[in-house]
């Protein structure tokens, strides 16, 4: 079965789930690209060689990029833009990423920063990647101080997750990216985490009906957000897209600080407990959602503790966090279940307190 999530920004866009979904390639590129570049990780070169037999006519790059995280620097960045530069890519012509978030990040901020912007396409063969990074336009590379400091919002012009893509994908990947799946469970559709409680082990099975699912419901979640708030201004008052970011402000210090050896699922699970804590400490939530928390995460073989650096040195690392304004630190919490919001300055004792909870 193929399911479509319409991703209703200014410039609408679907995004495909289902297996096999590659030949709805074709109807993508534009006819006016007469190049078109796939940038892909290394392991799911296949993929790649595939998606180009889709694209008769055109004269086709592979760019192969570094693994994971080595992808999202100015360095591999910069090779992009030769690469583009020698085979003379203009306006017209389109940028593929294929792979994990890592990969469609920077093949993103590729087609953002190229001649000020080309089209792209995310071809996303992580469930990570499916339910969260191919969707939504944030694009972008890490550097020194922090994660993703540098980006632009570039949205694709269309999405494709084929599910057969994941058969090879390693365990531990599939729980790094169902903590973006429990996540939206956590901030708007509760009914992810009661599938997700039932029958974890269905949710980790890439053959199951139950992921496709899951994903599919994932991206909705994703889907309306960004509708509502493409570019996290919040300008409507409500939270807005800053909802999806549930769990990062530690989770992004934790990975920056273990240098990204750490899964992003894994950091951002450590820090959805993180905030949980501070949301009950806070007043905001009871006990029974914060052990919801451990329970459901722990379910699918995520972290929920870590006690790898001292407090100081992630208070450090959540300060460049890009909710913090000024010298006021943000963090998205819940006030209920499904009930995303603000805590802003939170008192560094209670911040404290958290990070203890969550030090195992
Ligand atoms: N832009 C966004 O909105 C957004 C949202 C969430 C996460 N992210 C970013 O996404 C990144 C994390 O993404 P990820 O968890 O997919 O990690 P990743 O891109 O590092 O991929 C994980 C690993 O799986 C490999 N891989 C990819 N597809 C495979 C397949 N089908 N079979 C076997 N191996 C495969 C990759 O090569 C890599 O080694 C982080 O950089 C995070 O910041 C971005
Ligand atoms: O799409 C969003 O908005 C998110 O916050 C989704 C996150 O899961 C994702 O990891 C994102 O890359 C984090 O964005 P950042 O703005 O904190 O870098
Ligand atoms: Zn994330």
């Known amino acids: 079965m193929t399911r479509r999530v319409a991703v209703e920004t200014a410039q609408p866009y679907e995004v495909v789930v289902g297996h096999r979904v590659m030949a709805e390639l074709e109807s993508l590129v534009p006819e006016d690209a007469l190049r078109v570049a796939i940038i892909h990780a290394g392991p799911v070169l296949g993929v790649a060689e595939d998606l180009a037999q889709h694209l008769p006519g055109r004269e086709v790059l592979l760019i192969e990029a570094p693994d994971g995280e080595r992808a999202k620097t100015v360095e591999f960045l910069a090779h992009c833009w030769d690469q583009l530069g020698l085979r003379g890519f203009t306006r017209s012509d389109l940028v593929i990423g294929v792979g ?37 336009g944030k694009t972008g590379i890490n550097v020194a101080a922090g994660k ?177 304004r000024g010298d006021q630190l943000r963090f998205v919490v819940l006030d209920a279940l499904a009930s995303p919001r603000i805590l802003a300055g939170p008192d560094e004792d209670v911040l404290r307190a958290s990070w203890e909870a969550v030090r195992g």
């Open 148 to 324: 993703n400091l540098v980006g632009a919002f570039h949205e694709p012009v269309g999405v494709l997750c084929d599910l057969a893509t994941l058969a090879e994908l390693p365990q531990r990947e599939l729980r790094g990216g169902l903590a973006e799946v429990v996540k939206c469970g956590f901030i708007a559709d509760s009914s992810i985490l009661d599938d997700v409680e039932a029958t974890p082990e269905r949710a980790l099975d890439p053959a199951d009906d139950l992921l496709a699912d899951l994903v599919t419901r994932g991206i909705a979640v994703k889907a309306r957000t960004v509708a509502g708030d493409l570019r996290e201004t919040g300008a409507d008052g409500s939270i807005g897209r800053e909802a999806l970011n549930y769990g990062h402000t530690l989770g992004h210090a934790i990975e920056r600080h273990e240098k990204y050896t750490l899964r992003h699922g894994e950091a951002i699970s450590v820090g959805m407990v993180f905030v949980a804590e501070l949301a009950h400490r806070s007043g905001l939530i009871d006990e029974a959602l914060v052990a919801r928390h451990r329970a459901t995460l722990g379910l699918v073989g995520l972290p929920t503790s870590y006690d790898g650096a001292s407090f100081e040195e992630l208070l450090s690392g959540m300060r460049l966090d890009k909710k913090t």
């Open 100 to 136: 994990g978030g890592a990969t469609t990040d920077l093949a993103g901020f590729v087609a953002a920063s190229w001649l000020r912007g080309v089209r792209f396409v995310t071809v996303p063969t992580t469930v990570l990647g499916m339910v969260d990074a191919a969707v939504g």
